[in-house]
T-cell receptor, first 113, second 117 residues
Framework: EDQVTQSPEALRLQEGESSSLNCSYTVSGLRGLFWYRQDPGKGPEFLFTLYSAGEEKEKERLKATLTKKESFLHITAPKPEDSATYLCAVQAGDSNSGYALNFGKGTSLLVTP | NAGVTQTPKFQVLKTGQSMTLQCAQDMNHEYMSWYRQDPGMGLRLIHYSVGAGITDQGEVPNGYNVSRSTTEDFPLRLLSAAPSQTSVYFC????????????????FGPGTRLTVL
């Protein structure tokens, strides 16, 4: 059974204090690993897709990396506006799954000034 | 483009009532899906569609029906609402269901917050 585990559940950082969020996964035939950001009362907002081990993607202060067992979302010098819940999801590579995204429970990030 | 839109934003129902949650997208996406999000749990797939006229069940389909008569619209029907269906519902769409590329990225709507009393 596909599983996605995110850690920590919650993280509090001071502005400028870099850190990493973890997403460990087990899936039969990874099609893609997705990172989303979700603000309170809003829908998930797409950040990155990673397809193969060793791949890295960057956007502003965020950098996502992928290995065969986990993905990291590195946040460099965060700002208060980076406060949100970050969701990780994996997509299995077979049509029987409906190409569904299997989500972790998320990491709630709070960045204080 | 408006992207993925959902109506209503909020809804309160009594047990046993029925209603339809609307979802529309203007990006000509083939794949559309419905998820529910509950506290302490990840988003879970309810139903999905790989194109007009084709739908299938996801992880938690009981108590919900869907249809896909057009590419743009994918309504979710609650047949007889129960308190266990209190949740936030998200609709998502992506261009391609099968290509190994950025076209299979799923984009989410703003959600409908449903309370069943």
């Amino acid at each position: 059974e596909d599983q996605v585990t995110q850690s920590p559940e919650a993280l509090r950082l001071q502005e400028g204090e870099s850190s990493s969020l973890n997403c460990s996964y087990t899936v039969s035939g990874l099609r893609g690993l997705f990172w989303y950001r979700q603000d309170p009362g809003k829908g998930p907002e797409f950040l990155f897709t990673l397809y193969s081990a060793g791949e890295e993607k960057e956007k502003e202060r965020l950098k996502a990396t992928l290995t065969k067992k986990e993905s990291f979302l590195h946040i460099t010098a965060p700002k208060p506006e980076d406060s949100a819940t970050y969701l990780c999801a994996v997509q299995a590579g077979d049509s029987n799954s409906g190409y569904a995204l299997n989500f972790g429970k998320g990491t709630s990030l709070l960045v204080t000034p | 483009n408006a992207g993925v839109t959902q109506t209503p934003k909020f809804q309160v129902l009594k047990t046993g009532q029925s209603m339809t949650l609307q979802c529309a997208q203007d990006m000509n996406h083939e794949y559309m899906s419905w998820y529910r999000q509950d506290p302490g749990m990840g988003l879970r797939l309810i139903h999905y569609s790989v194109g007009a006229g084709i739908t299938d069940q996801g992880e938690v389909p009981n108590g919900y029906n869907v249809s896909r008569s057009t590419t743009e619209d994918f309504p979710l029907r609650l047949l007889s609402a129960a308190p266990s269906q209190t949740s936030v519902y998200f609709c998502a769409s992506s261009y391609s269901k099968g290509a190994h590329s950025s076209t299979d990225t799923q984009y989410f709507g703003p959600g409908t917050r449903l309370t069943v009393l």
